[in-house]
């Protein structure tokens, strides 16, 4: 996808090397990020984060729904992306869909939790409004516009944005008199719940690069990497997901000093994009 | 119109407005703002003055028709729009940076921003050796010791062929592939052409090749009789391995000069060396790291000194 | 996932997010009552919005808006042929264009699977419409691909996604014979009704998609997809017509504009 000579990749190496990448940037500096929200007005949260030339809009909707039997405490939330052909020509036609696929897998593993929904970043449980009976379904999609570098990173940016511009109509449930009766569910058009984000985590994308890792690649420095390891910290540093992608096998000791300065990063990345996404809330409204 | 996706607070959102603005007078204050035409757009002329119609018009019903978005220019008889956005259009003699996408026999193929590839014929460029002869099957089996895929080179646009493809010749030693720098793409139109597109900026020991094509080009500067000598080497990577790290200090310069000519062609101003160190001296006379150039308050700074350049530029005039 | 489980009562829910509960629960009603009391040709077209630029890697790109339909476009190109088999003719450029739909574009969500019928069709409609303007003969051994993206749809995405990729092409410098802009109208209640949204739509009158050249004064694409009478349908035609030259006064202001700006920014 990119091409880069010989001269430049060894241009791009000595950098990470040196601690100054191509932009100027040090290993662990992220590029500036810019979020709007409200862009999809017909959504009940909806955002839009640029980082760098990579730009993606994450779209929050939410459904009444039926706790599953397995899980009758908790809501359900399904994540789902798709990378735009207006990004990269080779994402037209069926082209982007391996790549939609692993992000959305990515994305459910370090916000989701596992199958039982153990460890969540999102609150599932708040999402129940009586139990085994109704609760809320939140469908998250989020859209690739434009590509370069770093995508799960912005997308996690963009669904945490999502969300915190979400308002859930409050609801009221009138149980009927047997269990079997259904229940009757009243929304209000007029009273929103705001959601918590507090607890979303962020996700840090270290990419290895030669003997170094450097966070918030862009495409050409992806192009060189050898293996790359996502890591999801919420706000108390507690990590709540991980991946490893690449061929390149790693030392546990190496993915453990990954982890600690992805915990470290992320402190400062998730100041920035809170006050970012504060920002766009006030001049939303 | 275009957006700008800083975050500005308000006091810099204010300073950029009337920046911003100024440019705008002294814009409209010269010709060119009331010769902007948009697609369809009629051309008035004259038509008793037999004129020419060039680039980016056509005839409607005996009307002159602008079929690009742009400025309107007229010399003696010729009538034609100058385009802004687009991709490259190439001129004979033009300078540019592109880069190898497919060795085919006898020649390499190109991506320079044009809308077909450009080919750069091995008859078209000096051999390693210097010697001007006949090319043999032998040459033709060492293309690959030359240029390979992705490798990016400069060249000189020769001409159009009879079959319409873009051909480019490197027939001197400035010419080549450039290695241990960045390649930057910008719109063609912020590059003006000139006698010089390639700097050697000796205060940073870096060189700046702005291709008209509008890939620029940011390395370490590289000694014209020492390209000669590795071309010479026919083992090039043998020499890459023993130094191929550029010293921070350069690497430095070469970041700050990459992050002006970015930073310059977001906000669509001209590039040209001068801009291009004007805003990299700017950068350092006011501490700014070198990343914190991409950012807004730079940004600002630098839209409002190009403001006083131009209002300096219109005092002198009058 | 499945379809989502049936409710355990009739309410089904779309949820409107606070901001435009107004906008999407009008019903036609409330428009048309508006509508026949002021004059129909400048009171039927919903807001406009256009923006140049929006994908900062493609050649050219715009976002553009009727109402609360919004779709992005960008265009790559014109560049070398990817695909010589595509190749039909060496002496003009091959256009391609795509069109696909973001999963939470429409009220109620769905995942389609891409290049359904619908959009193949939305695809070869919108390339043939802008093969008709794009100078195909001045790029010749090249290809220009304009994808268009349905960020929100409310009616009219045809249109909208005309409007775009006619804003793409010429920020990307395409050279054009002529702006292609579009608009659509139907007849609902007796009367002629100018850019319909969804509600609109789907009340069950006629949709009438109309893209014109607008200097030229010649109609590239009409569409209609139920019966009316002929006088009607000529009433309808004409209006759609009237909002496609309003679509294409707002179009050219942005694109001067924009020129005006780039220009003025570039210095001398």
Known sequence: MVGLSEGEKQFLRGGIEQD??????????????????GVIPQANGSARV???ATEVIASIKAELGKPSLLHPDKGKVSIFVDCSPTAAAIYGGKGGEELSMELSVAL???LLGGKSGAGAAIDLSSLVLVEGKVCWDLYIDALVVSSDGNLLDSLAAAIKAALSNTGLPKVNVVLGASPEEQPEVDVSDEEFLQFDTSTVPAIITLTKVGKHYIVDATSEEESQMNSAVSV???????????????GAGLD???ILDMVSVAKHVSQQFTSDLDSEIAAAEASDE | MRDLHLSLNQTQRVRLQAALDQLESYAASTAAAAASVTVADSIPVNHEDNILKGHGTSDLDGQVVATLCGVVERVNKLVYVRALRSRYKPEVGDIIVGRVIEIAPKRWRLEINFSQDAVLMLSSMNLPDGIQRRRTAVDELNMRSIFVENDVICAEVRGFQHDGSLQLQARSQKYGKLEKGQLLTVPPYLVKRRKQHFHHLDQYNVDLIVGCNGFVWVGEHVETSEKESTLLSDKPSGKQETDNSVPLETRRHICRIANAVRLLSVIGLTLTVESVTETVEASLRSNIEINEMLGSEFYVQTVEREAQRRASMVRKRS | MGPPPTLPTSHSFSSPSPKTLQETKTPF???????SSLSIQNHGMRHLKGEIGVVSKADGSALFEMGNTRVIAAVYGPKEIQNKGQQMNNNEALVRCEYSMANFSTGDRTRRPKGDRRSTEISLVIRQTMEACILTKLMPRSQIDIFVQVLQADGGTRSACINAATLALADAGVPMRDIITSCSAGYLCTTPLLDLN????SAGGPDVTVGILAKMDKVTLLQMDAKLPLDTFENVMQLAIEGCKAVAQYIREILLENTKQLESRRGS
Do not use: M, W
Request: charged share 30%; glycine share 10%.
């Open chain 1, 50 to 52: 640029r980082l760098g």
């Open chain 3, 198 to 201: 969804y509600a609109e739509d």
């Open chain 1, 252 to 254: 546990p000791s190496v």
């Open chain 1, 20 to 37: 100054l990448r191509s932009d100027g940037r040090t290993r662990h500096q992220f590029r500036s990020v810019y979020v709007e929200t």
């Open chain 3, 29 to 35: 009603e409330i428009r048309f009552a508006l509508l």
């Open chain 1, 108 to 110: 459910e593993r370090c």
């Open chain 1, 232 to 246: 999801s910290v919420n706000r108390n540093g507690q990590i709540c997901g991980l991946t490893k992608r690449g």
